[in-house]
């Protein structure tokens, strides 16, 4: 990174800021709050990749959420990052110029002041942006970014365990399903395990035998299905509702570690 990021250092935007210029990425700041949702900086390459000629220019665009969705994710990373102080990675497709373009991005939090005429405005954290351009003409990264924006819309509630029994990953249908909502935060992650799932069909004085079994499974054992009735808390009177759960032992591809595939 070509800037510290230490908690006690306030960056002034954008005189501290010029050496980004030199950097091939985009990169940009943006505030997320609510009351002020805005771009406050991009060096050369994210002014070029929003079709900004000057940072007045971009300033002046309205970034504010029209949508439920982008308010939702808006509000995520003013939480996660700006609030939190949390670093946050995503692959996003996002429409610069009209044109959808995907990028593997990271969100930062940064400390900045910004001058108003001869003075400075009062110092705040905002999300310090980067991003790289996903290559569309590699048939791999294609095939990639399709799987993955068909995986968010499947209505098969997916997720990836490690051996543990720690959550890696879960597609939009499995976030919406069990935390009601598209962004998890850190502490949905925490609290969300393999257990947690498992509870939802089978009872307390099955659930270790089970959870046993599904972790013993390594890369290459067959996959296993289960036909479960959905366990409800209080009412005796909840309606019958039963569930296909395909259990597949896998790797996770970023570790190479073994995991468990649950459809």
Not at 34 to 41: A, E, G, L, N
Not at 138 to 167: C, W, Y
Request: glycine share 6%.
């Amino acid at each position: 990174a070509a800037l510290a990021l230490a908690e006690d250092i306030v960056y002034t935007v954008p005189d501290d800021v010029r050496i980004l210029d030199f950097l091939g990425a985009p990169c940009w700041m943006t505030d997320y709050s609510p009351d002020d949702t805005r771009f406050v900086w991009a060096n050369t390459a994210g002014l070029q990749t929003w079709g900004k000629k000057d940072l007045e220019n971009l300033k002046a665009t309205d970034i504010r959420g029209q949508t439920s969705a982008v308010k939702a994710t808006q509000s995520h990373l003013h939480g996660k990052v700006q609030v939190r102080g949390e670093t946050y990675r995503d692959r996003r497709t996002m429409y610069p110029l009209g044109k959808a373009t995907t990028f593997d991005v990271i969100w930062r939090p940064i400390q900045v002041r910004e001058r108003s005429g001869s003075d400075f405005l009062k110092p705040r954290t905002v999300c310090l942006v980067v991003a790289s351009t996903v290559d569309k003409n590699n048939e791999g990264h294609k095939q990639a970014i399709r799987s993955h924006e068909m995986l968010r819309h499947s209505p098969v509630l997916s997720m990836l365990f490690a051996a543990t029994g720690d959550l890696i990953s879960l597609n939009l249908s499995a976030r919406l399903h069990y935390h009601g909502r598209e962004n998890d935060t850190e502490a949905d992650t925490n609290d969300f395990s393999l257990s947690t799932m498992l509870s939802t069909c089978w009872k307390n004085e099955e659930l270790g035998s089970i959870e046993a079994k599904i972790l013993a499974m390594r890369p290459g054992d067959a996959p296993v299905t289960y036909e479960r009735k959905k366990t409800w808390v209080g009412s005796d009177n909840d309606p019958d509702v039963w569930r296909l759960i395909k259990i597949i032992p896998t790797i996770d591809p970023i570790t190479g570690d073994d995991a468990v595939l649950i459809n």
